[in-house]
């Protein structure tokens, strides 16, 4: 992806000398293996001219939750389109639990929260004999495709999360 680096140095580079404004870029694309990959761009201290270290190793966790939610988001709506979440096409070689279920809209505006090293939290709820069990359904199946989809590219691909 030689060129997308350079086309993005190119547009942080004239932001700043045109209205002084530093970007934090995050970019999704595919992989020629197909995967989807989020990758971030970040040379504000450079821009400033301030020997320092970069943003985005100083809040390493938050850029990494923001990576997984950005992935996790890019993955939703290509299911929408009836895309392969994981990178295009008709069809996926990974098994379902890589993707977000299609439906993950649950009750009550829960939500299943990732952590800071992207495994899902079980939503907090007050009392659990008061939801339906279609509720509690999507609830477990939510959280359990979240859970198995996040290890299961951590243990496979080793992907840039």
Same mark, same amino acid.
Request: proline share 4%; net charge neutral.
């Given at each position: +992806?030689?060129? $997308?680096?350079?086309?993005? @140095? ?7 000398? @045109? ?11 595919? =992989?020629?293996?197909? /995967? ?11 821009? +400033? !001219? ?14 990494? @939750?923001?990576? /997984? =939610?950005? +992935? ?15 990178? !295009?096409?008709? #069809? #996926? #070689? ?10 993950? #809209? ?29 509720? $509690?359904?999507?609830? $477990?199946?939510?959280? $359990?495709? /979240?859970?198995? !989809? +996040?290890?299961?590219?951590?243990? /496979? ?5």
């Amino acid at each position: +992806m030689k060129h $997308l680096e350079n086309r993005i @140095e190119k547009f942080e580079i004239e932001r700043w000398k @045109e209205m002084g404004a530093l970007v934090l870029i995050f970019t999704v694309h595919t =992989n020629p293996d197909g /995967r989807l990959v989020v990758d971030r761009f970040e040379r504000i201290a450079d821009m +400033m !001219g301030v020997s320092s270290s970069p943003f985005v190793d100083l809040h390493k966790d938050k850029v990494d @939750e923001m990576k /997984r =939610n950005l +992935m996790d988001y890019v993955k939703t709506l290509r299911q929408q389109k009836g895309e392969d979440a994981t990178g !295009g096409g008709e #069809s #996926s #070689s990974l098994p379902a639990g890589d993707r977000l279920p299609a439906d993950t #809209s649950l009750p009550n505006g829960m939500q299943v929260k990732i952590t800071g090293n992207g495994f899902p939290i079980v939503p907090d709820v007050d009392d659990w004999s008061k939801l339906r069990k279609k509720d $509690l359904e999507l609830i $477990l199946r939510t959280y $359990l495709g /979240r859970h198995y !989809g +996040m290890t299961s590219l951590l243990l /496979r691909h080793s992907t840039k999360l």
